[in-house]
């Protein structure tokens, strides 16, 4: 299996699996619901696991819509350029990305390191495991940015 493959295989699984965290974040608020409708009563626990995979969700998602370039971008400035100012202007705008994307993944590995020994307040599971979205993600952003880079070199300014 090529590289290229092997990417979209992993894009495919994190599609998979933020569909996982969306039915799992229904299920988790239906039964909220019911506690609260039928039962009189909250579950602590249903409330924490829905903002945990939320977190997640949002982020899994973020990268998705990233790799098939669904972020909402100003181009009004690339219709009056050239073909090799708008190249230039697309790689610095990805070298821009990737040195964000790189930040906030070193921020974030450093977080998780610091909130190390913390516990949930009602699941009472270690916090890193939810802060690891943060590196995880990232890190795909930081290699998505960097396809994209190689994929527009590889590509040349087209005339």
Not at 49 to 77: E, K, P
């Amino acid at each position: 299996m090529d590289f290229k493959k092997a990417i979209d295989r992993f894009r495919d699984i994190n599609g998979l699996v933020m569909t996982g965290a969306l039915a799992l974040i229904i299920l988790d608020l239906t039964i909220q619901v019911i506690a609260r409708s039928f039962f009189g009563t909250a579950f602590a626990w249903v409330e924490e696991t829905a903002r945990y995979l939320f977190i997640w969700m949002v982020l899994g998602s973020a990268v998705l819509a990233y790799n098939r370039n669904l972020f909402v971008a100003v181009d009004i400035y690339s219709k009056f350029m050239s073909q090799k100012v708008k190249f230039t202007a697309q790689i610095i705008v990805h070298l821009v990305e990737l040195f964000f994307f790189i930040f906030v993944l070193i921020a974030s590995v450093e977080f998780m390191h610091f909130a190390k020994g913390q516990m949930t307040p009602a699941m009472r599971i270690p916090i890193g495991y939810i802060y690891f979205c943060f590196p995880l993600f990232f890190a795909q952003f930081s290699l998505s940015a960097l396809l994209k880079i190689i994929s527009a070199i590889k590509r040349g300014p087209e005339c």
